[in-house]
């Protein structure tokens, strides 16, 4: 074999949304899109059927923006706010009463949308941490990687990891995956004292084992090479349920997931969403470099976590 | 475009070999070549044109290994020595002698070697602290990506930084790169007084400006996107010379240095050489899990280093 070939981002992205695309839609808030991006977004993955928009904002400033760029906004409901602090609080009570099942940002700041979240007034939170999961596709793996948390917490405690963890084992749980394989990341698969992610992933299956994780087989620690080829850990003499075969990926902090999870998107052909969990309902964080495709595939994994959260409620 | 297609790795091998092939042979004292897999890597090089290999080990025992597996010593000279600590010993008189300009570890321990290389006694140190280079020649960047330190040094400090970063210098001047430019590596593109990587990265951009550090153009922080992507940096407003195009990228320690080349390797078709810099001549550390390809890269990429030596010297 001289050459490889990829499969397109659309056609991954395409298979991606056959798997919402026959399901009830899922009523998404998207909190203050006042700009084109974040009101395209919605509009895009609406029209793809993958979820039913609620746009919360000020509506005259919403339907210019619409006319200027020519998206129809005849089958979405707008739910008309002075501005991006009221789409907040409006967001809030959509939630609350059940009408929105997942949140999307729009074009206020991050900080602010998280601040709502987080806020213990506005009862939005689980017991759980709130962290983010990236699911990228990625043509050279067999299966989703899940890769968490690269975006929202920086150096994570042990118990901190243990929250970000079982959110990402909901969100397999949700995308299918009934038992996922985890990988605790570090930089080499033995234990040693000088570098603490080791130590700590040995703390993680241990937790696991006593139920104090659940619904996953964990290993680690595990260097990237291990988690991702069979071959490799059995090079290394790893014995491992999980060893080329993980699902999920806990990176050891954020800045090493940071260049991972852009590494697969800049240089690995990935298809990449991401969603942050932890809260009653999910929400889809968008960045001002995130692809159309992103956006989309976002919105299909948040409403595939928002059906299996129906279920369990 | 629906798919994308990626050339295979002896293709590029064969481009690298290339470089070295009608040059003069550097040769290369292999440290204690006792197994298949430590003889049969410099065999290849060899006879792919790479290196002239002197092997430093029993010789009775070399020879019937050799037998064993098909491989014909007849034209390396083999210097005999009875155990792996006499073959350090020996290796480092042929450095001092000239008749040895880079070193390949066998099948003695990492450890053994390296302790060979920087005890004082032994004279083979620089000024500079040693350091891991990973060359990688990744089909989805149009450049090799020198990737420093993955591999040996887990937490450097500022001052380490620095000598890590000369020493990958020193190495894109060698492959024909005059004035490489650095990526120095974050999660974050800006100075972020909760990420001590990013504060290193601003103070070694500065000592470049004040010829503390010589030889490249200097950028950082970068987070991997604006390092590999001109357009996602455009989209974050950085303007960066180095933004898109960067040789070195500077790890902001081995656990995501780890990730990334591995990621690269296994998930990204890269073809993986690495050298160990920072002693008087270059040395070429190897794996059991390395392939065929990566051994001969590696000599490829040490010969380049030891012709560069030639002139300096």
Redesign the interface.
């Known amino acids: 074999?001289?050459?490889?070939?990829?499969?397109?981002k659309?056609?991954r992205l395409n298979r991606l949304i056959a798997k919402v695309r026959d399901l009830p839609k899922v009523p998404v808030a998207v909190v203050y899109p006042c700009d084109k991006e974040s009101l395209r977004g919605p509009i895009m993955a609406a029209e793809a059927g993958v979820i039913e928009p609620i746009l919360v904002g000020p509506a005259g400033q919403i339907r210019a923006l619409a006319g200027e760029f020519g998206f129809n906004l005849a089958n979405y409901r707008i739910v008309d706010v002075p501005d991006s602090h009221a789409a907040c609080d409006e967001a809030v009570k959509l939630v609350h009463a059940g009408e929105a099942e997942a949140l999307m940002k729009g074009s206020l700041h991050t900080d602010e949308l998280m601040g709502t979240i987080v806020s213990r007034a506005n009862n939005l939170r689980t017991p759980r941490r709130i962290s983010h999961v990236f699911v990228m596709d990625?043509p050279?793996?067999p299966r989703p990687m899940l890769i968490t948390d690269a975006a929202v917490n920086?150096k994570p405690t042990l118990e901190e990891k243990v929250d970000i963890l079982q959110n990402a084992i909901y969100l397999a749980h949700a995308l299918g995956i009934p038992e996922p394989k985890v990988a605790i990341?570090?930089?080499?698969e033995t234990v040693n004292p000088?570098?603490p992610?080791t130590l700590e992933a040995a703390a993680l299956c241990k937790m696991a084992d006593r139920g104090q994780i659940k619904g996953a087989l964990l290993d680690g620690p595990l260097?990237?090479?291990n988690a991702?080829?069979a071959e490799?850990a059995r090079?290394?003499g790893i014995k491992s349920p999980v060893a080329g075969q993980a699902d999920i990926f806990l990176?050891?902090e954020?800045?090493?997931?940071?260049?991972?999870f852009?590494?697969?998107?800049?240089?690995?052909?990935a298809l990449t969403a991401g969603v942050v969990l932890g809260a009653k309902v999910p929400v889809i964080l968008t960045s001002?470099?995130d692809s159309a495709e992103t956006r989309t595939a976002s919105c299909v994994i948040a409403a595939m976590f928002a059906h299996a959260n129906r279920k369990n409620n």
């Open positions: 074999m001289t050459e490889t070939v990829i499969t397109s659309e056609e990625v050279t793996y920086i990341l570090a930089a080499v000088k570098m992610s260097a990237f090479d991702v080829s490799a090079i290394k990176v050891p954020l800045e090493s997931g940071n260049m991972l852009k590494q697969l998107e800049y240089l690995s052909f001002r470099a």
